[in-house]
């Protein structure tokens, strides 16, 4: 590829809203075969909200909600943001946490009131392993979030978010282009990647903590595939910096993602995703 024809096509990329950091990505993207999308925030909108709320061990529902919702004070994980709005609605007011800590791709812990409040998935809080309700919920393709305190759950928060509206032609433009593994990768449970990956009609694999995903990314780099990552989170970040093309959600994405990153999205419609694909090849096309 000439250096002229490369500044061509980044310049053409950052028109319609790509922000490409150099040429070489260009390169990588024309042979990439392999695209990994990360569910929250990138095929779906990240807003989730609480749709369903189930008091558990005779601890009343607003309770446990202030209560989740005061240990998520802090945290800038979407779903937080959902366990507040749920509090607000119902004009709860939050106490001060002490001892916040953030356990990535597993919910938060904090200290409330004097008592470990934790929420989070199942992984995090072991007693709830086997709560009858969640199964159903998760098959909605829910987010089931376990509050407890102390250890011993008293709430199940079920979360709905919504798919980005481009995000069924993406997949169907992305197909065309011949690329044939299309897997999402999520922190989520397996139930609700399910869920999602059967109407989108793509590969998933779920429950990944951030190290997780840079595994499933090298693995297919060993295998002499050329992967390209698209992601908004935090912990998207050391995926996205491993993939041969990172590509980060621009707007709605964490400063973090954007900066891991090979190639930002300065508007968060992941449809650009297929089209930068198209520009790569065109331009290298264009010199061979
Ligand atoms: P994704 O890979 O889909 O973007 P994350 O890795 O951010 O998801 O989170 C994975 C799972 O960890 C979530 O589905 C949720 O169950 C749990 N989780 C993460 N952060 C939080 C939080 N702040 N509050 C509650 N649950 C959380
Ligand atoms: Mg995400």
Do not use: C
């Not at 209560?67 to 937080?80: I, K, N, V």
């Not at 509090?87 to 002490?98: F, V």
Request: glycine residues 8%; without cysteine.
């Amino acid at each position: 590829a000439t250096p002229v024809a490369m500044l061509a096509a980044i310049g053409a990329s950052a028109k319609r809203g790509l922000l490409i950091k150099g040429g070489k990505y260009l390169e990588a993207l024309a042979k990439a075969d392999v695209v990994l999308i990360d569910k929250t925030g990138t095929l779906t909108l990240g807003r989730p909200r609480i749709t369903d709320v189930i008091a558990l061990n005779g601890v009343p529902a607003p309770e446990a909600v202030q209560l989740a919702a005061t240990a998520e004070r802090y945290s800038e994980h979407p779903l937080a943001a959902a366990v507040r709005e749920l509090a607000q609605a119902q004009n709860l007011t939050l106490a001060e946490p002490e001892h916040f800590t953030a356990i990535p791709g597993m919910g938060v812990r904090a200290t409330v009131q004097g008592a470990t409040i934790t929420v989070g998935n199942r992984r995090l809080i072991p007693a709830a392993a086997s709560l009858p309700l969640a199964a159903h919920l998760e098959a909605e393709g829910k987010t089931l979030l376990v509050v407890a305190r102390n250890d011993e759950p008293i709430a199940l928060l079920a979360a709905a978010d919504t798919l980005r509206p481009e995000t069924p032609a993406a997949i169907a433009e992305l197909r065309a282009l011949g690329i044939n593994h299309i897997e999402l990768l999520t922190g989520d449970n397996e139930r609700t990647a399910a869920t999602l990956a059967g109407q989108l009609g793509v590969q998933y694999r779920a429950q990944l903590l951030p190290e997780d995903k840079i595994a499933v990314v090298k693995d297919y780099q060993a295998r002499g595939h050329t992967v390209v990552m698209v992601g908004d989170g935090v912990n998207d970040a050391p995926a996205l910096a491993q993939a041969d093309i990172g590509i980060a959600m621009g707007a709605a994405g964490t400063d973090i993602a954007i900066e891991a990153a090979h190639i930002a999205l300065m508007r968060d419609d992941w449809m650009l995703v297929p089209q930068v694909l198209r520009i790569a090849r065109r331009t290298m096309g264009v010199v061979k």
